[in-house]
Every structure is written in C-alpha cells, then in structure tokens.
C-alpha cells in the first residue's frame, strides 16, 4: 500500500523508495575514478537530510530555491528536497554566465541557491551584490577556501540530521496541491530577457504516466539510463530523471559529454535519453573510420549497411525477420552490427529517446537499420516537455510520433502546431501578457511550431515559425528541412542555411573533417593546414556536389547558391549551439556576417 497519494514527484519517490528500498538508485564516478552505486534509501537520507536543513532555515512553501549545477546525483538530491517541502526549484543551466544567473535568480524571486562547482559558486558570488533577497549559498563540492553565507552540501546534511521536528517533512509533503508550481524553467531568451516557465506537480506527474502510457511493455523489467543531457533542461528532467524514478529505474551520471562514448562503454546502459547531436556525431564518427578502411572491411560494412537499410520496415513495424532475409541480416549483426555496438557501448541498448530537436531522416535510419529502436518526440519546455512520441511498435523515420494520451493536436494558421494536454505549463512567472499571446481563444498553446499531421495522427514539424527565412522575393523558407537533408551527407557535420531578406540561399558548413581527411588522402590531396584543405578546388567541388544531390528533391528558390566552409566546429563553449545543441541562428549570423556578406556581393 503507497503511503503517499501520487500528487507530486516527491510523493512518488518516498512510494518508490519503500517499494525498492537497497536496491541501486544513481551510480557515478567517484574520486578514485570507480563507479559507485548509491541506493534508493541512501538517496532518500540525503534528501530528508537536506529537506530538514531548509526547514531549519525557515523555507516556506512556495518559495524559490536556485539549482545551478552540471548533472550529478547531487542536482537530484537537492531537486528532491526542495519539491518535497512544498518550494519551487528554479535550474539554471549549469554553463550559464554570473549576469545570467543574476537576471533568473533576480526574477524569480530566488532566496537560497545551491551550486554545483567552486566555478559556479563564483558566478554566484559575483552576482550576489545586485541580489538582496538572495540569503544561503550552498555547494556541492568542497571548498577551495571558507567563505561567509556558504555552506557545503555534506555540511548541510550533516546539519538537517540534527534537526528536532523529522515529522515536519512529512507534513509539508502531504499536503502539496498538484496544482502548485513545482519549478520555474528559464527559456534561453534567444529574442530579448528569458521567460520563466511555470511548470506544476501536474505537469510533471501526468508526463511521466503519459510516457509510461506510450507502451507499459517497453519500460518494464530492469532498466540503466545514461544521464548527460542538462537536468536544467525539462528533457532530461522528465524524461531522464523522473520517468525512471517513477518506473523503479536505476540511473548511472555520465561523467560529461567530452567522456559520453567512454562512459557508454563502461555502463552499456538499456536506455538513453538524448538529442540529435549525440546520434550524428556517433553516425558520422563510424563512416569517416570506414571511409579509411581496407577495402575488404569496407565491402563488408557496405554489405551490412544494405541489409540495414532492407530491416527498416521490420524494426519500424515490429515484425520478426524471418527465411533468407532473416539468415543473412543475424550473419550481418554477427560480424559487423554488434561490433559496432560494442564500439559505442550501446550493445545492450533497447531504447533510445531522441528529441530537442528534428532528427535527419538517415540518422534515425542508420539506428533502426542496426536494431537500436530510436524513438522520436517532440515537445518543449513549455509543455513539461513531452507532446508526442513515436510508438516502440510503430516507428515512422522522420516524424516524431502521435499524442501522448490525453492531449489534443491540432495545426492551426500558417501550420501551427497547436496543444491541448495536463502537461501545459501554468504560464510565464510574473508575465501574464506573454502567457496571454501564446494560447488561444479557446485554450490551446501555440508551440510556435510548423507542422503536418498523417492518416494514423503521427505529427511531422517541417519547421519553426522564428525560424522562417522570408527572400527578398517573399518566398518563405524553412531552413531546418534543407540542413537535416545536408546532414545526410559524410561530409557535413553542422550547417546553416542563411537567406532571411536575401536574394538567393546560402550556407555556412562546417566540414565533417575526419571523412573529408580521407577523402582528400585517398585522392591524394595534399595540404598543410585545414584551412588550406577547405580552399582546395577539388573539396569545393565535392562540396558543391553534395549540396546538389542532398537537395535535388527542393523547389529552385530552395537551392543553395554560395558557401563557406568554416575550420572550427560550433559548440555551446563557441557560443554557436544550446545547452541542447541546437543552432542560435542569431548568434551564427552576427559572428560570421563577414562571412556571410561575401557571399551576398552587390549587383
């Protein structure tokens, strides 16, 4: 019998925790770099313990509490604490600047914030001048030296064990309304200040029974997750955090994204929570290496890839694979498949969640055709954030999957992409005017999305509304279609298509080097630098070549005119992509507007 009735995340984890006890919950990378497993119960200490440590320092319910931290079992403990006394968490991601953490923290009305790092401390304390209200500090890690209002986490613990009235966290648990905000997510304020998204226990307890919902089969049994995506995020939070909570999983912190392939290896988990990044770098990564290979190997994974490609319609529609077909594609798995799964640590994988952003089509097919199920969705952080999923059973490439249940979709003017569902944030904090504009007369949310929906309810995005290029013409363009098709190219690893106001399209490519490094060797191109690699006449042509067969299938007023190919990948350190790695087009386009401007010469 649950103790708790299920009206929070915190309720939930206490029945779970009765439920599975010394079972292993986190494991992580301790400081003698060994995995270390804690369980459910020993999780469930630290956060009482941190639960009375707020109590002791008189948090109200309804409070705002700051988390600035990378992933680690620790952001969860905290998270945990926070919610189970009736505050709000409000995350901030963890590569955010001190002015950044100042405007969240001042917005939101934030009186205490806990810190990952020494690093992030000093973001906090840099900040903390121009923030009055803003009282306790505490870290995560030791500190480098004693500081005033700083406290350490095993400080805090140590001193909410000692705390008088234990009942107390009971007590503001219980009575927590499934109404109440639960966190305040900061969108990343591309176009003027972040908005603070309100997210309620609802929200966030429907997501996870919707995802649960999408097939209970599935995400039975034991699973491992691999957490590296930003908990700040409400992906990873929901998806990678909650869900497996809720489902009894164990959850394993990869160490950071720099050591994601080594820590796959090392954990081989049975599920993964990613974004499209992940899956092309892995993809790209193989065919540059087989692109070098001997040509008996190379055959060989040519061979393999064939039969992959004939395995779509089986995997996608959970058919056995049976007679010479299914003979030839287990010698096929045998030999190459599972040496390559073996390679990225994914061997064990049954399902992979894709989402944060369109998957291409060949990416999502290259998986499939290996037997890794990568399951598309979509959604935003407005929306807690899950929408729509594709369905274990039915996998459609290049669509992200019906409804989850209890949500309505519907495309409104222009292809908007419109949702009605208990997942829908409360609204902006502090921000009725903006919370106004994005829903409708009759209640749905605008996701601001471009999409299309088929016969059997799964949804396509085509693209984004602010992402629109409009030409000099007036034609309307969707970049996002045109550079997923680029990227099917393994030559290209990261693009961007200009044209907004322009009289033709162009693009801004950053080269897949490692294939292209082949390429040029094997056709005996020399060159002493990459820049001087990327002005080779024969690599522009190969360029041009690839941009034409990648986009036959596009209107003329589609076609890329003019490019430049760029020597240093885009990241989130350049200031390119997300904390989610996705493009911020407005960034790309005032840091190379030289570039870009060369391309567009007066008549």
């Known amino acids: 019998m649950s103790t708790f009735k299920e009206t929070s995340m915190g309720a939930i984890f206490q029945n779970r925790v009765e439920q599975y006890g010394d079972k292993p919950l986190v494991s992580f990378k301790n400081k003698q770099g060994l995995w270390e497993d804690l369980s459910w119960n020993q999780m469930n200490e630290k956060v009482r313990n941190v639960g009375y440590f707020l109590l002791s320092k008189g948090v109200k319910p309804g409070e705002k509490i700051a988390l600035f931290s990378p992933n680690r079992y620790e952001w969860w403990i905290a998270d945990m604490a926070i919610l189970s006394i009736g505050a709000v968490n409000v995350p901030i991601y963890a590569t955010n600047s001190s002015e950044e953490c100042r405007y969240i923290i001042d917005n939101s009305d934030t009186i205490m914030c806990f810190a990952g790092t020494n690093?992030?401390?000093?973001?906090?304390?840099?900040?903390?001048?121009?923030?009055?209200?803003?009282?306790?500090?505490?870290?995560?890690?030791?500190?480098?030296?004693?500081?005033?209002?700083v406290i350490t986490l095993a400080d805090a613990m140590a001193k909410g064990s000692t705390y008088p009235n234990k009942n107390e966290f009971d007590e503001r648990l219980k009575p927590i309304n499934i109404e109440d905000v639960a966190t305040i997510i900061y969108t990343s304020g591309t176009t003027g200040n972040p908005k603070g998204v309100m997210l309620t226990h609802k929200n966030f307890v429907s997501n996870v029974n919707q995802l649960q919902a999408v097939d209970p089969d599935f995400l039975s049994g034991d699973h491992v997750f691999l957490s590296f995506l930003p908990l700040a995020h409400s992906l990873e939070r929901t998806v990678g955090y909650y869900t497996p909570i809720f489902l009894g999983h164990r959850v394993a912190f990869a160490e950071d994204v720099s050591k994601l392939v080594q820590n796959l290896q090392e954990?081989?988990?049975?599920?993964?929570?990613?974004?499209?990044?992940?899956?092309?770098?892995?993809?790209?990564?193989?065919?540059?290496?087989?692109?070098?290979?001997?040509?008996?190997?190379?055959?060989?994974?040519n061979w393999a890839m064939g039969l992959a490609r004939e395995n779509l319609p089986y995997i996608s529609n959970d058919k056995p694979r049976t007679g010479w077909f299914g003979f030839k594609y287990n010698l096929a798995d045998k030999i190459i498949f599972s040496k390559l799964k073996v390679a990225l640590g994914m061997d064990r994988l049954q399902g992979a969640i894709s989402g944060g952003g369109p998957l291409s089509v060949s990416d999502a097919e290259f998986f499939l055709g290996m037997g890794i199920r990568v399951l598309e969705g979509f959604g935003l952080t407005e929306t807690t954030p899950v929408v729509t999923g594709n369905k274990p059973t039915k996998i459609k490439a290049g669509s992200v999957g019906p409804a989850v249940k209890d949500t309505i979709i519907k495309i409104g003017e222009g292809g908007e992409?419109?949702?009605?569902?208990?997942?829908?944030?409360?609204?902006?904090?502090?921000?009725?005017?903006?919370?106004?504009?994005?829903?409708?007369?009759?209640?749905?949310?605008?996701?601001?999305?471009?999409?299309?929906?088929?016969?059997d309810g799964y949804l396509k995005i085509t693209g984004r509304i602010k992402d629109i290029l409009v030409t000099s013409g007036g034609k309307n363009i969707s970049p996002q279609n045109i550079e997923n098709s680029l990227l099917a190219s393994k030559y290209i690893e990261q693009v961007a298509i200009i044209g907004d106001n322009r009289k033709y399209l162009s693009a801004l490519i950053v080269p897949a080097f490692e294939s292209l490094e082949n390429w040029a060797k094997q056709n005996n191109i020399s060159y002493t630098s990459r820049s001087d690699l990327l002005t080779n006449g024969e690599v522009i042509k190969l360029i041009e070549s690839e941009l034409d067969a990648n986009t036959k299938?596009?209107?003329r007023v589609e076609q890329i005119r003019k490019f430049t190919l760029l020597e240093t990948e885009w990241s989130q350190v350049t200031g390119e992509l997300t904390p989610t790695m996705k493009l911020k087009r407005r960034i790309i386009n005032q840091k190379y507007a030289n570039k870009i401007e060369d391309m567009y010469p007066p008549d």
Not at 426 to 444: I, M, R, S
């Open 267 to 301: 954990i081989r988990p049975t599920f993964m929570v990613s974004v499209p990044r992940i899956y092309e770098k892995a993809h790209a990564g193989i065919v540059a290496k087989v692109s070098s290979a001997p040509p008996v190997k190379k055959a060989l994974f």
């Open 119 to 149: 690093e992030h401390l000093d973001k906090i304390l840099a900040a903390k001048p121009k923030l009055p209200n803003l009282k306790d500090l505490i870290i995560f890690d030791d500190l480098d030296s004693p500081v005033e209002g």
């Open 553 to 555: 299938d596009y209107a």
């Open 417 to 455: 992409v419109l949702i009605k569902g208990p997942q829908i944030m409360k609204g902006y904090y502090k921000n009725d005017e903006a919370t106004k504009e994005v829903f409708t007369e009759d209640g749905f949310f605008r996701t601001g999305d471009i999409g299309e929906l088929d016969d």
